[in-house]
């Protein structure tokens, strides 16, 4: 059974850090794709970054601010900088296995995801 288990959110000023962790229990298996994904209050969910065992995939919208990390098969991280308001949201961390990790950027190409931790920046 694959479960996984978000910390580190919280509250912050703008232009303040957070760092996030992911910690995945992967019922023995390895290859999986681990992701995160954040959804502010009444908008879509949306794609921050992917990982393989070996790269990063990131979203356009992040790079230079936010940095994901594989710490290990198990264990993702994200570094978040300069944070602002509208990075306000809830955020998930996901992963499935198969495929390859540069595709998987949208909701449907994850089946496993963590209850999310929640970040709130203050202007």
């Known amino acids: 059974q694959v479960q996984l288990v978000e910390s580190g959110g919280g509250s912050v000023q703008a232009g303040g850090s957070l760092r996030l962790s992911c910690v995945a229990s992967?019922?023995?298996?390895?290859?999986?794709?681990l992701g995160w994904f954040r959804q502010a209050a009444g908008k879509k969910r949306e794609w921050i970054g992917t990982t393989s065992s070996t790269t990063v995939y990131s979203a356009d919208g992040v790079k230079g601010r936010f940095t994901t990390s594989r710490e290990n098969a198990n264990t993702l991280s994200l570094q978040m900088n300069s944070l602002r308001p509208d990075d306000t949201a809830m955020y998930y961390c996901a992963a499935d296995l198969g495929g390859a990790c540069s595709s998987r950027r949208k909701n449907v190409d994850f089946r496993y995801w963590g209850q999310g931790t929640q970040v709130t920046v203050s202007s």
């Open positions: 992967l019922a023995g298996h390895v290859g999986y794709c």
